[in-house]
């Protein structure tokens, strides 16, 4: 048992912490981009809301509980993540100081993508089930494994965030624009990339 736990955990996180599944990891750079390290109680609360999300759905989906048209969440998941940048671009342009408060509108947001980006995660886990499998263990492992990677994206980008503002002088705006810009332009070659007769 426990080396099926471990072999889904590691499928889970490397299905988020790897660059063929970059359209996940490319939401969560997003989701951090306007936060520096010592506001890390909000970046782990969106985080949390995020994984809320896309458990919720994860669980319903694998356990064929939900169904939904696969194209359609394809696309919808680089929608999240433009999104997502548009809204750092109006934080970044207002000049206004984020609150400090851990639960806002953003975490409801985030929860709600995480529905979104739950169902593109259980297109992968279904691919790796067998027909009648008792997937409870393996859909625990797996979520955890999501998790982790989640949590090491996030840690890798403070620290890059922190050598860059903190000991090379790139302001932290500038930080926040180049991360949206990137994550944006990425999400919109995405889009493009989408078969939308099979959505509509």
């Given at each position: 048992m426990s080396s099926v736990f471990f072999t889904y955990l590691q499928l889970g996180f490397h299905h988020i912490f790897n660059l063929q599944a970059y359209d996940h990891m490319v939401f969560v750079l997003a989701m951090c981009a306007v936060f520096s390290g010592s506001e890390w109680r909000r970046i782990l609360a969106?985080?949390?809301?995020?994984?809320?999300?896309?458990?919720?759905?994860?669980?319903l989906?694998?356990?064929?509980?939900?169904r939904f048209n696969t194209a359609l969440i394809e696309f919808l998941i680089p929608?999240?993540?433009?999104c997502t940048c548009l809204y750092n671009f109006t934080q970044l342009g207002n000049g206004k100081k984020k609150g400090s408060a851990l639960w806002s509108w953003n975490n409801l947001f985030a929860a709600?993508?995480?529905?979104?980006?739950g169902m593109g995660f259980s297109n992968y886990l279904k691919s790796l089930l067998g027909p009648g499998q008792n997937i409870v263990l393996e859909l625990l492992a797996f979520n955890i494994?999501?998790?982790?990677?989640?949590?090491?994206?996030?840690?890798?980008?403070?620290?890059?965030n922190l050598l860059l503002t903190g000991f090379?002088?790139?302001?932290k705006r500038d930080w926040a624009l180049g991360i949206s810009s990137a994550a944006g332009a990425i999400a919109l070659m995405l889009l493009l990339e989408q078969d939308f007769?099979?959505?509509f």
């Open positions: 969106l985080v949390t809301s995020f994984t809320l999300g896309h458990s919720v759905t994860l669980a989906s694998t356990l064929e509980m939900i929608v999240t993540i433009v709600a993508f995480g529905l979104i980006h494994g999501i998790e982790l990677g989640q949590l090491l994206i996030v840690a890798l980008v403070l620290l890059l090379l002088s790139v302001k007769s099979a959505i």
